[in-house]
């Protein structure tokens, strides 16, 4: 599991959805559900990536302390403590960060430029169709066909 995020990010795509600091949290809201993703990103055009507004933090930080997500903006409650990848960073790399930092999304940063964001579901897929192509060709291996890869 060597496989570069690159990889990744190569098959789903480099498009990142972002909101900017002053959108209401109703709004960031809004976005996630219309793209059926779990967090944004939060930037600012001069000063780039500032931070992550994910699904735990609309529940820790607006539903747990009943805070109105219509007048609460997105600076006031998003994470800022960013734990960000390389293109390089493989895999492997990828879920130990996720399981040390219990995060479920990475920015993917490439020369200080965000260039796009992996999520655990992300890694997840990747690994399941690893796994599916891994048994495929032991199948093939063991039935005899002698042009399935090993």
């Given at each position: ?13 480099h498009a ?44 820790n930080r ?44 990475l920015p ?43």
């Amino acid at each position: 599991m060597n496989t570069p995020l690159s990889h990744i990010l190569a098959q789903k795509g480099h498009a990142v959805t972002s909101v900017p600091p002053t959108a209401s949290v109703a709004d960031a809201v809004q976005i996630m559900n219309h793209f059926h993703i779990g967090a944004v990103v939060v930037t600012n055009p001069r000063k780039g990536l500032l931070g992550i507004f994910t699904e735990r933090d609309v529940l820790n930080r607006i539903v747990a302390s009943e805070r109105d997500p219509k007048t609460t903006v997105v600076e006031a409650v998003m994470s800022t403590k960013l734990v960000t990848v390389t293109p390089a960073t493989t895999v492997d790399e990828a879920m130990q960060i996720f399981m040390d930092n219990r995060v479920r999304h990475l920015p993917v940063i490439e020369a200080g430029v965000l260039v796009g964001l992996v999520s655990i579901g992300d890694i997840n897929r990747h690994l399941l169709e690893e796994h599916a192509e891994e048994a495929r060709q032991l199948r093939g291996y063991i039935q005899g066909d002698m042009t399935a890869p090993v």
